[in-house]
């Protein structure tokens, strides 16, 4: 899921999709992955070394909108523990301290998912070529980031051509580095919506260690905006 909030170039690449139509499949596909304008979600994140189980977390993902996203740790040893983004900015909360810590969306929350893997997961904005995977027709699209407060500056994302599912993305750097590469591996129906319930996160850089993010408790509701309040309490 943001996460992953960014507004992006339109430089075209392709000849065979036009822009509008790049968009719309790009929205069809943001739909499928955040479900809904305003919702709640709980993730469970594993995490693998060589094959081997490493450590698991869970967290309860509120998202409004664009820029708003407050997540609670749920794990025994995290309880108590808030992360919020407005934004481009984003903070944590710790019990032990009265005032919250200034983080980025790129820094490892958890295995080889990032804060804004968790907190934010819309993506904007082009068309780069046609490509077909395990036999699937795919559309991938290159996106690249405007703001600097996005957590990756690049992303190339493959989608089913036929029905905008997500199908994989590879995560770039500003440096052009390949850091990470994720598959989108099931979706489910969930008040009438089609909604990602698992993808998997490979990390380019150490070779033996992945990340499985699990979605679950999906609802659409009405999210007040004063959840979203940097000194509310909690």
Not at 150 to 157: A, E, Q
Request: contains cysteine; hydrophobic residues 35%.
């Amino acid at each position: 899921m943001r996460t992953l909030i960014a507004l992006f170039s339109i430089p075209l690449y392709g000849a065979s999709l036009s822009i509008p139509d790049a968009q719309a499949l790009l929205e069809r596909a943001d739909a499928v992955r955040n479900g809904a304008y305003s919702f709640s979600v709980r993730v469970n994140i594993r995490n693998f070394e060589d094959g081997k189980t490493d450590e698991e977390h869970t967290y309860q993902v509120f998202q409004k909108g664009l820029d708003k996203t407050y997540v609670e740790f749920l794990s025994p040893r995290e309880k108590g523990r808030h992360l919020l983004m407005l934004g481009d900015d984003m903070w944590v909360f710790l019990p032990d301290t009265s005032r919250p810590i200034r983080i980025t969306p790129l820094e490892r929350l958890s295995g080889d998912a990032s804060n804004g893997d968790v907190a934010r997961t819309h993506y904007a904005l082009d068309y780069l070529r046609s490509e077909t995977v395990d036999g699937l027709p795919c559309v991938v699209l290159e996106l690249n980031a405007k703001r600097k407060g996005t957590t990756y500056r690049k992303i190339h994302y493959w989608l089913d051509a036929a029905s905008a599912r997500p199908v994989k993305a590879d995560y770039f750097l500003a440096s052009g580095k390949h850091l990470k590469s994720a598959t989108f591996d099931e979706f489910r129906q969930v008040q009438g919506r089609l909604v990602l319930r698992q993808l998997t996160i490979y990390d380019q850089v150490r070779k033996g260690s992945h990340t499985v993010m699990e979605y679950g408790d999906f609802v659409s509701r009405d999210l007040p905006d004063r959840m979203f309040h940097q000194g509310r309490e909690r």
